[in-house]
Structure formats: C-alpha cells, structure tokens
C-alpha cells in the first residue's frame, strides 16, 4: 500500500495562477482532509470530507475551493494564488473507527506564491 | 479552540526525559499525538480516548487528565531519533467526520 500521496511535491506559482493539489489514498478510508502549515505553527484545517460526496469547510477555508472526486481522491484548487497562500499543504485520510483510528497524513506540497 | 502545548521547545541529551503538555479549555473526547522531523510529514504516535487508559509504547508513553482537559505525553531515556515536533491533534466529539484542532508543536531536540 502506498497509504496517502500527493501531487506535486513542489510548485511555484505566480500571483493570481491557479493549480489544483492532487490526493488519493489506496486503505479504503472514509473521511479525507486538507491542512495548511506555516512555519513555526501547528496544522490548520482548510476543508475535509467525511464521505464521498460531502465537503465541509474547516478553519481558513477562505481561497480554496475542493473536491472529492471518489472515495480514493480529493483535490484542493486555488483558483487565484496569493502570496499568503504559500504554505505547506498535507492532505490526511482517516477510517472512522469507533474508538482506535487517527489520521495518516501524505507528504506534502510545498506550494510557494511569487 | 486551539489546545495549548507547553513547552514551545525542549533540548535534552540522550538518555534524559521529557515531558509535553496538551491543554484544552473545551471538553476533550480524544487527543493524538503526532511527531514531525523537518521536512517530513507529521506521523502518528498514539491515541488516548475519555475514559481510556494511559498508553505506551517503548519509551514513549502518554495519559489524559479528564478533570483537567489535558494530556502530556513522557518521554524517557531519550534517543537521538526522538528529535522532532511534536504536536498533539484534540477531538471534541465522537462525530463521523473526526475534526482534530492541533496545537502548535513542542519542538525537542536531542542532543548526543
């Protein structure tokens, strides 16, 4: 199993370019995530979906817009880039079970806004 | 409703402890520890759910206070490979789309 990937590790964009960030998990999880980190701080919630077909905004949804293709794929678009979007962005899934599951995270695109 | 890590940054030599502290001002219904390395992605270390009991695993142990909303995680005989962020992801319910609200990392550094 190849667990949570993304897609692109690195990009560099432009003020005002869109791009789409790619995820996809192979462990039949129901629920996916999208986090944002910026240096020195904790890991912000940009949106998530608790099953395919529903999306939900998290705390600093402001700027993105998601999608959650199918069970296996869930993709964040910035539709215009701004230099406060430069971050790292970690896409998560997660089971659902009762009471042991946590979050496995992907490793990252490192997304930087000129 | 961030949960408030304490302390920001720990340096230890190997073989020492550590402990960090995850503190809520809202009812907890789990918290999940995570460490980071730098430039790597955060990765699971342990859950402790309300009313659970304390985890561990190797040297590396955590509980949960239900009276203080807090969970602290110990970390004994340090290793070099311990050397990371350490964040800690809080839940407030047992709802289907599990939200974790972090906190914002205890960074420790071991030192040989």
């Known amino acids: 199993n190849a667990g949570v990937t993304q897609t692109p590790k690195f990009q560099v964009l432009k003020t005002g370019q869109s791009m789409t960030l790619q995820c996809a998990q192979d462990?039949?999880?129901?629920?996916m995530y999208w986090y944002r980190q910026d240096p020195g701080m904790g890991l912000r919630l940009i949106y998530y979906?608790?099953?395919?077909?529903?999306?939900d905004k998290g705390e600093v949804p402001n700027g993105y817009n998601v999608s959650r293709l199918n069970k296996r794929e869930f993709s964040l678009r910035l539709e215009s880039a701004a230099p406060s979007q430069t971050s790292v962005y970690f896409c998560?899934?997660?089971?659902?079970?009762?009471?042991?599951?946590?979050?496995?995270f992907g490793p990252g695109t490192r997304l930087t806004v000129l | 409703q961030q949960p408030v890590q304490s302390p920001q940054a720990v340096i230890l030599r190997e073989g020492e402890d550590a402990v960090i502290n995850c503190s809520s001002s809202?009812?907890?219904?789990?918290v999940h520890w995570y460490r980071q390395k730098h430039g790597e992605a955060p990765v699971f270390l342990m859950i402790?759910?309300?009313?659970?009991e304390q985890k561990g695993h190797e040297k590396i142990s955590a509980s949960f206070n239900e009276k203080k909303q807090q969970s602290s995680l110990y970390l004994t005989a340090s290793q070099l490979s311990y050397s990371g962020t350490y964040f800690c992801?809080?839940?407030?319910?047992?709802?289907?789309?599990?939200?974790?609200?972090f906190g914002s990392g205890t960074q420790l550094t071991v030192l040989p």
């Open positions: 462990m039949n999880h129901n629920s």
């Open positions: 992801g809080t839940q407030f319910s047992s709802g289907s789309a599990r939200q974790l609200t």
């Open positions: 998560a899934s997660q089971l659902n079970h009762p009471n042991t599951d946590t979050q496995y």
């Open positions: 809202k009812a907890l219904y789990s």
């Open positions: 979906s608790a099953s395919e077909g529903t999306t």
């Open positions: 402790l759910l309300k009313g659970g």
